[in-house]
């Protein structure tokens, strides 16, 4: 038979991971995701990030490490909000 897609469908499977898309730059390998989300998290995050990289000598650490690795700055910005996003994700849902 043939498959039918519902209304109900399509906005849940927007919930789930984005389909990743490959860059076609010669200096980069990495996939682009969708670019909705949450504005505020995302601000959140970037903000909690800024804050780790001026207080915390871990996230200091860490990042002269990606850029001595040749990340740019924006790259390891990247890597910091996703760790961030688990750190969070894992406090919210523990009990």
Excluded: F, W
């Excluded at 010669?26 to 996939?31: F, G």
């Excluded at 780790?52 to 000598?57: F, G, L, Y």
């Amino acid at each position: 038979g043939s498959v039918r897609t519902s209304r109900r469908v399509v906005p849940h499977q927007k919930l789930h991971t984005p389909p990743r898309q490959k860059l076609k730059s010669r200096k980069t390998n990495r996939h682009r995701l969708k670019r909705g989300g949450n504005r505020q998290a995302n601000s959140a995050l970037h903000i909690v990030v800024l804050s780790r990289i001026r207080m915390d000598e871990r996230t200091q650490n860490y990042m002269k490490r990606r850029l001595a690795e040749g990340l740019s700055k924006r790259e390891t910005m990247r890597c910091l909000k996703r760790y961030v996003a688990r750190e969070v994700y894992q406090v919210l849902t523990s009990k």
